[in-house]
């Protein structure tokens, strides 16, 4: 655990009151008990203390914060709803935490152009409640979307259980205001379905994770709510059956909105954790595939599902079974959903390496990460986004790890990274890089794209005052 | 025009010696009659001279060219298949224009990653045909695939008639090797479907037009290919009737693989031109809607055909036709494929305007374009991919034209620009800015993300030796 338990305001005094005056005397916050649950998020269990909490309330607001502390070159940690896992909201240099919690207004949802305008606090289920009641649908909300906002999936450019057939959080977001860590607001893109003019600004601030400027709006696009849904949970004796099932789907075309795969080490710590009957947990079933099929009619969900199913069935001889109700669904997706609060009982906690590979090499990773853990004695549940190749790949540890055990732990990453970067694969499918992969990237990038990354950030925030110790700097 | 004449080599004779060791003396050339052909592309009647032209083999050899040309300050532009419209590839600074068409390989396909490494110099067609044989799809080739590279369209992040389906080239780049103006060769991102590792270099350098760096590899992610295809064409009495049905489309969700709106004034110059019967051509029929529709089982084609024939049966009282045979889809494209070699048919040209506005300013937009070209007498043609708001408004003028033409043409372009821009639209939908539409940049962005990108362009290319004088220096 890093800490640090200094918690006194390390700020000049003309700094606060200029900082009260921009934001009003509510919104600047010294409260030692508040600001504790500001300087964590959900990642492991780290915490640091900072010196100012400030909750602006628009653009505006945000550009003066950023001149002033530009001005006194005091660090400025950008945050949204909390819910990163690598530490991109951590403040790890003091300063201020700047949460856009306030920003949290729906601006408008256009119809005709299926696009709609948030500001960056709105948490991320509210937006797509909006939209579903204007008929539309955003169609990629993290797991995290009842406390994420909107600005936070923008910013690590946020992956869905439904990525597989619509994409990342980047495929939606046509346009952001942003401001500069100058104080500059800018618009980075237009609300049009296609754009050739000059850089890429918009797609350059989608996953920089708060370091190049702070997001307070955007413009996502959105689609027609697909309007008929169906689950599919296949049990498989072979976790090599499993992963053959995944790839005949892909190229089938079928475009499943999930594929999910559950190794035996994730069905078992969820099943021990549930300890109640759960469907297909058996002895001889040694992996799960959990397909979500969407479509605009019955007939294509009908024609989806019997294609599905066939191809699942070439692989497995297990019964495959159906959901079509929200309760039929909830039961077949219950495992799944709990893997998380099951490798956080008991006073354990995890480390979610969320790698993404080539889906020819799903299988052979899935290998290696057994036997790694197994060489080190790292317990380990592996699950999630297969047909992605993206894989939550999650070690379990005590709460209490001691040196030794925290040392075991690093070093299977590690390796698990080494192999994942040697066979084509990235640090981070949808997490981000934050704080805690940061001294993983130059293992991925070599030398001259990590000296071009840090230029950027340079010309974006020449004295390094944004979201300082993330990424590449 | 704007063109000069003199075409004398103007490089110190040891960057010719250093030329011909780097690339082989084949490969720098100096015939004026072939460098005639590297000075023009299909940007109005614009040529411009220059003194090398060089066809490196790899990447390493274009990474010695740039080294060499940033030492002695030489512009470098590079050149795809000379198919842009807005002159891109124009060596308006002199100096060497670099052709990639050596780098013509097709690396790899793979078949269950669905991607494909390619040479940026690729013809786009070739690369189309290649994954076509082995059951995928690259599914958003521009119009000139026959002719364009491939890293021609990422540089211009080209779209297509079928990208209200699939999207732009954008979305389908996973990959890019670059190698920048300062000698460095670079990967951009990796060969998988979910990455939130870093900056998205990738994404700054599809669009980026040449002038930030030269693309040398591509990795396009692939689809299965659609099985089953057909095509539409409804004509209409009223252009607003047209463009609500297109609306009408978009609401339902049906994702046609291309809708396409040809207005009156379009339909009359092809029809003139092809001087044949042709269907729905009547004096009653004032906009024609083309669709195409790509499923892929038979079932959903049948049922996205049915859905589409009701909803233009709701805005039309005139036939629909349908096509299914190569031959019958010929038929119906016919007028649509024609207009561009009417335009210039009987000594006139024409000045491509690709705006793209919001689906709900297509028609107020239209009216407005007529509009303005009849308070000017200019003609114009309106027709393109109008469910992404992105329309061809191309104005005729004669090729020859006086000053007082060319300025009466100049004045058209900057009111329509100036209408689609009050109206949240967009300068380039796909043919980007490259020289012709540098002029509009600041109309289109304020001064602080001109001023950004501006930056960008020095930061990568600090000696401005690449491409230069277009997009933003």
Redesign the interface.
């Known amino acids: 655990m890093i800490t640090t338990t200094n918690n006194a305001v390390n700020l000049p005094e003309i700094v606060v009151a200029t900082l009260r005056t921009i934001c009003g005397d509510r919104y600047v916050i010294t409260d030692t008990d508040i600001l504790y649950g500001y300087g964590k998020d959900e990642t492991l269990d780290l915490h640091f203390p900072f010196d100012i909490l400030v909750k602006p309330g628009t653009a505006e607001e945000i550009a003066g914060i950023l001149q002033l502390c530009n001005e006194h070159r005091i660090p400025v940690t950008p945050r949204g709803g909390g819910s990163g896992v690598t530490g991109g909201a951590l403040p790890v240099e003091r300063g201020i935490v700047l949460s856009l919690e306030r920003l949290n207004k729906i601006v408008g949802i256009?119809?005709?152009?299926?696009c709609v305008t948030v500001e960056s606090g709105v948490v991320t289920a509210d937006l797509c409640a909006a939209v579903q009641e204007a008929g539309l649908c955003f169609p990629v909300p993290p797991s995290s979307a009842a406390y994420s906002f909107v600005g936070g999936n923008v910013a690590?450019?946020?992956?869905s259980i439904s990525?597989?057939k619509y994409?990342?959080t980047?495929?939606y977001v046509l346009n952001l205001q942003v401001v500069?860590p100058t104080g500059?607001?800018?618009?980075?893109g237009?609300?049009?379905?296609?754009?050739?003019?000059?850089?890429?600004?918009t797609?350059?601030f989608?996953?920089?994770e708060g370091v190049?400027g702070i997001i307070t709006q955007v413009v996502y696009r959105l689609?027609?709510a697909?309007k008929h849904q169906l689950s599919l949970l296949a049990g498989f004796e072979k976790l090599e059956d499993a992963c053959a099932a995944i790839?005949a789907i892909?190229?089938?075309?079928?475009l499943p909105a999930a594929v999910e795969l559950i190794c035996r080490n994730a069905m078992e710590v969820a099943a021990a954790f549930l300890a109640e009957p759960l469907p297909l947990v058996t002895d001889q079933i040694n992996a799960h595939v959990l397909l979500n099929l969407e479509e605009?009619?019955e007939?294509?969900l009908m024609?989806a599902m019997e294609e599905a199913g066939a191809i699942l069935e070439k692989y497995t001889g297990e019964n495959i079974l159906t959901a079509t109700t929200t309760k039929e669904k909830e039961q077949l997706w219950k495992l799944r959903f709990n893997i998380g609060a099951a490798l956080t009982s008991g006073a354990k906690k995890y480390r979610d390496i969320d790698i993404?590979?080539?889906?020819?090499v799903l299988y052979p990773y899935i290998r290696q990460v057994e036997a790694i853990c197994a060489a080190h004695g790292v317990t380990v549940a592996c699950f999630g986004?297969a047909?992605?190749?993206?894989l939550h790949t999650m070690l379990q540890f005590n709460a209490q790890a001691d040196a030794a055990e925290e040392k075991r732990v690093a070093q299977v990453v590690a390796e698990i990274y080494d192999f994942a970067l040697a066979n084509?694969?990235?640090?981070?499918?949808?997490?981000?890089?934050g704080l805690l992969?940061r001294p993983f990237?130059s293992k991925?990038?070599?030398a001259?794209?990590?000296a071009?990354?840090k230029?950027?950030?340079t010309?974006?925030d020449p004295n390094g005052i944004l979201n300082p110790g993330k990424?590449?700097l």
């Not at 047909?387 to 993206?390: E, K, M, T």
């Open positions: 256009n119809t005709v152009d299926h690590e450019n946020a992956g990525s597989c994409g990342t980047r495929q500069l500059e607001i800018i618009w980075t237009a609300n049009v379905m296609k754009n050739s003019t000059g850089f890429n600004l797609q350059l989608t996953g920089s190049l689609i027609p697909p790839v892909k190229q089938s075309g079928i605009r009619s007939n294509r024609e993404a590979v080539p889906l020819s986004h047909l992605d190749g993206n084509g694969g990235v640090i981070s499918g949808e997490h981000g890089i992969q990237m991925q990038f070599p001259a794209q990590l071009l990354m230029d950027i950030k010309l974006f990424v590449v």
